[in-house]
């Protein structure tokens, strides 16, 4: 510790719902920076705002047609830049941090080559929500999570009998990071690539967590193949359950002195 530069940054999260996710740890980084930044929805910086009046806003690099890119490059360099000074920084994300959030990874893993102390505060993600919303438990069968476009544009293997979850399946096939939604082709797109693995009228589920406790989680079930008729948002969400049932590794089983009746589940 004594060979750290003067200089530090902690990453902490709001949480998906304002003033019942954010941490009591994640107020006190609040409360004691030397320089605060934010990134969040309008209803949680105002929140910050009442703690750190002397906030600075992270979501002013956002603009109509420009690269996300760009901007996650820019918020990047100004919380780098602040620590670079000098100051203890905390940087305040949406959610849990480090979950699709690619510039609280890149700050830290930037300061702590340079050889200053950061670090990162887990909180509440929209999988948490999810799970609880749900009533889907991920280690019931297991649980496959990626990035809606990302499965579509890459060679991904699915396993049907686990749950399947596609996030930002609102914004899907943009590979131009300027846009904010998608259309009704590129879900078909991707419900043709689903259907190598799933039958068209597999129960789908389109799930949006509540940002606000007056608000009510959106969990509509669905046919697969009705997905591209769907009016969907930044935050939609597609999730299939599993399907069909387990296979017993006959193999494995012998190798563990057990039988396929010996499986309660």
């Known amino acids: ?66 690269d996300r890119r760009r901007t996650y490059e820019e918020m990047e360099t100004v919380i780098v830049e602040a620590v670079h000074e000098g100051h203890d920084v905390c940087a305040i994300f949406y959610g849990h941090p480090g979950v699709f959030a690619q510039v609280p990874h890149a700050a830290i893993a930037r300061l702590r080559s340079e050889g200053y ?14 799970i609880a919303d749900l009533g889907l438990d991920p280690g019931g069968r297991g649980c496959l999570s990626m990035e809606a476009t990302q499965f579509l544009v890459f060679e991904r293997q699915l396993d049907p009998t686990a749950m399947l979850i596609l996030w930002q399946v609102g914004l899907v ?20 690539k689903l259907c190598r693995w799933y039958a068209p009228d597999t129960q789908a589920i389109i799930y949006e967590a509540p940002v606000l406790p007056i608000q009510h989680p959106r969990r509509d079930r669905i046919r697969l193949k009705d997905l591209p008729g769907q009016a969907l ?9 599993p399907t069909g049932s387990l296979q017993p590794d006959q193999q494995a089983l012998e190798a563990l002195g057990y039988r396929p009746e010996d499986l309660t589940s």
Not at 174 to 192: A, K, N, Q
């Open 173 to 192: 096939g943009d590979l131009s990071c300027r846009r904010f939604d998608t259309t009704p082709e590129r879900l078909r797109i991707l419900v043709d």
């Open 117 to 130: 102390a950061a670090r990162m505060e887990p909180g509440i993600s929209a999988e948490d929500c999810l």
């Open 233 to 241: 948002d930044q935050i939609s969400t597609l999730v299939i359950p």
């Open 1 to 66: 510790m004594a060979d750290l530069k003067q200089g530090s940054l902690v990453v902490v999260g709001t949480g998906i719902q304002l003033g019942r996710h954010v941490s009591e740890r994640a107020i006190s980084e609040i409360r004691i920076a030397d320089r605060v930044f934010c990134m969040a929805d309008a209803f949680a910086y105002r929140w910050v705002e009442n703690l750190r009046p002397d906030v600075r806003p992270l979501h002013i690099y956002y603009d109509d047609g420009k």
